[in-house]
């Protein structure tokens, strides 16, 4: 086995999703629906085994569960999305990486950080400032992976 795959349903909002740099262009939840179950099959046909978070619901992005953890070894880093309107994916994604007996290191609430922003090469961890991480986002990320051993590269 490869390990365990988080994943979460696309929800019914998932038209209303954010979309940035592109064009919004409809979106077929029905074909979603069915990518995302052809998505978990490779994952499962790949020897992964994959758990899926509780609904967000209310969450048009909460399908994109690399958003809302960083996770290294058994340590799970709990972000906190720069909009308002994601940050409800969070609570769902902790309580299953609990569950799965990671210890959890919320990032704090005066940051913005979204673990789509992070790259983990070996030991070093590289992360993006932009739109969805920032300054602080960034400094706290250094501060919960230097007692892990890594290296954060902004």
């Known amino acids: 086995m490869s390990g365990v795959a988080i994943v979460r349903r696309p929800g019914p909002l998932l038209a209303?999703?954010?979309?940035?740099?592109?064009?919004?262009?409809?979106?077929?939840?029905?074909?979603?629906?069915?990518?995302?179950?052809?998505?978990?099959?490779?994952?499962?046909e790949a020897g992964w085994r994959?758990?899926?978070?509780?609904?967000?619901?209310?969450?048009?992005?909460?399908?994109?569960?690399?958003?809302?953890?960083?996770?290294?070894?058994g340590q799970a880093?709990?972000?906190?999305?720069?909009?308002?309107?994601?940050?409800?994916?969070?609570?769902?994604?902790?309580a299953l990486l609990a569950d799965l007996g990671m210890d959890l290191l919320p990032v704090g609430d005066e940051v913005c950080l979204e673990g789509g922003d992070v790259l983990k090469i070996g030991d070093t961890v590289y992360v993006g400032r932009g739109g969805r991480t920032d300054a602080a986002g960034i400094a706290a990320l250094r501060r919960l992976m230097r007692p892990l051993g890594r290296k954060v590269v902004a």
């Open 16 to 44: 209303d999703g954010l979309v940035e740099h592109i064009e919004r262009v409809p979106v077929d939840l029905d074909l979603a629906i069915a990518q995302w179950h052809g998505y978990v099959g490779a994952l499962h």
């Open 50 to 73: 994959t758990v899926e978070a509780p609904p967000a619901d209310d969450c048009p992005d909460a399908v994109f569960v690399e958003d809302t953890a960083v996770v290294v070894g």
């Open 77 to 94: 880093v709990v972000t906190r999305p720069a909009r308002a309107s994601r940050r409800g994916e969070t609570a769902g994604v902790a």
